[in-house]
């Protein structure tokens, strides 16, 4: 809800207020974004000037304000405040300042429309505009949903004169408090690490610049009061509906504020804006709670949910699905995709999914990219067939794409070999690739018409969007790209909204709030090593909810780090995602086959919770431990990672359940391989047996050993703060109860109210 008086805005979600007024002079003051307050608490809120500092330049000599020092909504350049300015523009080359005061405002149902994705379905939305003495016009637009705030802003250039927008941020910021900002950067294979440093004079950014949001550098970010922890204390959490550069910052000022904003990346950016013309910018997201961590990434996981994420695909289960990318890549004909689509199906998946590969000269990644035609050799009876064919086995059928994307070595390409993206350089090629010019109306008409026309030639129900390497547009052509992108993928999918679409980009390259309006779920990476996704795992789970988190079962050793890691484990992790299989399943022994079926039946059990259950990070001494569900139902993943010596005891901690009802805590029946026990199978075995022989072998990949099985009740409140878990192996025998885990063990419990059972969302 959004109110005016006085002077005072205060915009009210769930839990929480935003509030702001107006100074004497008509600049927008920060008062306040925390927990629920009135109005009426402004003056109190509000920071008293006293007599100013220094050699400070007074803005208003009668109100003694300076625009150094108060927490403002927004701010100028050249007018005295000397923080980060959220604006740059030039004229003539020259950098010029500007000076926003307020002259209207206007209230709202809904979001006001966008020309670039935004957070839709609900809220109420201000509009403040503001004006500079010579013209230019600066709409701040806040939407207020149930669990955050969005902020973007407009800027109409009334003036008489071109100018060139060098820097617009989304929204800037003064918050108050001794912080820690949270950022999440990487590369390609090792998507979202993160860095935390002490919000302090020097400015602290996080920025990508490589035409994309990028792996290098997640535009979603943390801002943590110091002390804060996963359950307590004050976190905000920021992201930008945006697949661009991206820029964000955060720098503390001597009085103890923090100036934070957020928006396109100002690195190379210049957009004219002629006498008439206007500017908008992506819209940016702010999240608050006192709730630590796990209460910050609830609200924004829902906001995600209900507010990011296309309508027919909310809070609807996803598919458990077979891709044939790592256990064919380019080498597949319809005889080996028929056969693997049998296989995946007896294993209970239920979405087949074609990688790259099924087009034009498409064998290898040096040639086919731009070109649509079925490949007839590899699929003789075309996509239909193939489509057909799975489906009749019960498959849905998913084709994956990269359209955005053309190899020299293409019939597109020898076509209109001016329709790549170049600039007066030599050609660069990333992947073998060049980008397809998005700025171009006949690049994006192509890509439509030959998209749409393969969609509704099969009956494809799911589509991997690719992109496989980055961009070399500078500035105002960067964000024309991503303009037209938005195009297409509008003009594609919105017309075909039961299309299940999943973005990639190399992995997570593009793992952000704009292409999660178009697309329900992003693959989160190409490492699909399980000790690898635990943490791009968990720290997107600080942003972004599971069921945007496309997630792999593969083969070990893994591809990308070598790692063998058992099965189950594999399982575990992947469950708290969107679950998939990646791997040649012609190569998997019996014991696997049996592992797999009993994976796959217990994510379809519980797959509302693990996809839509309310997720919380439990700090745990030994591992490493993920929750989803509410107060009837948990499912709790715990991960090892090296082995120790002798372990000691270990409790799993349930937080948030009642605390006067009684549970049932059972752990998931997981196989373990024989072998990890070498020579040590001949002190059970009657006969002595050579661990490395082909007896030990056989019989290693058809009889699988069950780990300890945990099965006990406990009150919510003995599971609130800790039961014990049954023994791990400790070197000093064999009892059906232990669990026996190497390196990399993990299990999933299951903790459910007794006779309630609920289903939860
Ligand atoms: C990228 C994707 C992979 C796969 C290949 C196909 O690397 O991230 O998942 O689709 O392209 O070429």
Not at 176 to 193: C, N, Y
Not at 206 to 226: D, K, N, P, V
Request: proline share 5%; with cysteine.
């Amino acid at each position: 809800m959004i109110a005016y008086s006085d002077g005072v805005f205060s915009l009210s979600g769930k839990g929480f207020s935003y509030l702001f007024r107006l100074t004497g002079s008509g600049q927008p003051e920060h008062l306040h974004f925390g927990p629920v307050v009135s109005a009426r608490d402004a003056q109190a809120l509000a920071c008293k000037p006293g007599t100013g500092w220094g050699e400070s330049i007074l803005y208003d000599q009668d109100s003694k304000l300076c625009l150094n020092f108060p927490p403002l909504e927004w701010s100028g350049s050249g007018r005295g405040d000397y923080r980060e300015s959220p604006i740059w523009l030039e004229r003539n080359g020259e950098a010029i300042p500007t000076d926003f005061r307020y002259v209207s405002h206007e209230i709202v149902d809904g979001p006001i429309p966008s020309s670039l994705p935004q957070a839709r379905y609900g809220g109420e939305s201000l509009k403040l505009t503001l004006e500079d003495p010579r013209g230019l016009r600066l709409h701040l637009i806040y939407t207020v949903f149930d669990d955050a705030i969005t902020r973007r802003t407009v800027l109409e250039n009334n003036t008489k004169d071109a100018i060139t927008l060098r820097k617009l941020m989304s929204f800037c910021l003064d918050l108050p408090g001794k912080l820690e900002m949270t950022s999440f950067g990487g590369g390609w294979a090792a998507e979202m690490r993160s860095a935390t440093a002490s919000v302090s004079w020097n400015r602290i950014v996080s920025e990508s610049t490589t035409g994309f949001s990028s792996a290098r550098a997640q535009a979603g970010f943390l801002l943590c009061e110091e002390g804060a922890g996963e359950d307590s204390g004050v976190v905000y959490g920021i992201n930008l509906i945006y697949t661009g550069n991206h820029y964000a910052s955060a720098q503390r000022s001597l009085q103890g504020l923090n100036r934070v904003m957020q928006g396109i990346s100002p690195d190379s950016f210049g957009w004219p804006l002629a006498p008439g013309e206007g500017f908008e910018t992506p819209e940016a997201v702010l999240c608050w709670s006192d709730q630590g961590k796990n209460g910050m990434s609830q609200r924004m996981h829902r906001f995600v949910n209900r507010h990011i994420i296309p309508k027919a695909w909310q809070y609807r289960e996803r598919p458990v699905l077979y891709n044939s990318w790592e256990g064919c890549v380019f080498d597949f004909n319809q005889a080996r995709l028929l056969s693997l689509g049998k296989q995946a199906k007896d294993l209970g998946c239920e979405l087949f999914v074609l990688d790259d590969g099924w087009f034009g000269a498409r064998n290898s990644d040096t040639a086919g990219l731009g070109d649509y035609t079925v490949n007839r050799k590899k699929l003789p009876e075309g996509l239909d067939g193939l489509g057909r064919a799975l489906n009749k086995m019960g498959l849905q059928f998913g084709l994956w794409f990269e359209p955005e994307a053309v190899n020299p070595d293409s019939d597109l390409y020898r076509l209109h070999p001016d329709w790549a993206l170049t600039d007066e350089l030599p050609q660069l090629y990333g992947r073998n690739e060049l980008l397809l010019d998005l700025t171009r109306q006949e690049v994006r008409d192509y890509i439509v018409e030959n998209v749409s026309r393969v969609l509704d030639s099969a009956p494809i129900s799911y589509v991997k969007w690719d992109m496989n390497r980055s961009s070399i547009a500078l500035g105002a052509r960067a964000h024309r790209y991503i303009l037209g992108l938005y195009e297409v993928l509008d003009r594609i999918f919105t017309p075909r909204p039961e299309i299940l679409l999943e973005s990639c980009s190399s992995g997570g390259n593009r793992f952000d709030l704009g292409m999660l309006c178009f697309s329900p779920q992003v693959w989160a990476s190409d490492n699909t090593d399980p000790i690898a996704r635990l943490e791009i795992q968990q720290n997107l789970s600080c942003l972004y909810p599971q069921s945007t988190i496309g997630a792999h079962v593969s083969a070990a050793p893994h591809g990308q780090t070598l790692r063998n890691t058992p099965l189950y484990t594999r399982g575990n992790v992947a469950f708290f995602g969107c679950l998939g299989y990646e791997l040649d399943l012609k190569e998997l022994a019996a014991v696997e086959r049996q592992e797999i079926r009993g994976q796959v039946e217990f994510y379809k059990k519980y797959r509302r919770i693990f996809q839509f259950g309310s997720f919380r990070r439990i700090s745990t001494e030994e591992g490493i431990c993920w929750q989803v569900g509410d107060v009837h139902t948990r499912l709790a993943g715990l991960y090892h990672l090296l082995q120790p010596t002798a372990p000691g005891y270990e409790r799993l901690r349930v937080p948030g359940l009642k605390p006067g009802k009684t549970y049932t805590l059972e752990s998931r029946r997981q196989l373990l391989r024989m072998r990890q026990f070498g020579g040590m199978v001949n002190h059970v075995l009657p006969v002595k047996l050579n661990p490395e022989g082909a007896v030990i072998r056989q019989a290693d990949r058809r009889y699988a050993m069950k780990d300890g099985r945990e099965h006990f009740t406990a009150t919510g409140a003995a599971l609130g703060q800790g039961v014990m878990l049954s023994a791990r192996f400790t070197g000093t025998g064999y009892d059906p109860d232990l669990r026996l885990h190497t390196d990399f063990g993990s299990n999933v419990y299951v903790i459910e109210e007794e006779a309630s059972h609920e289903k939860s969302e």
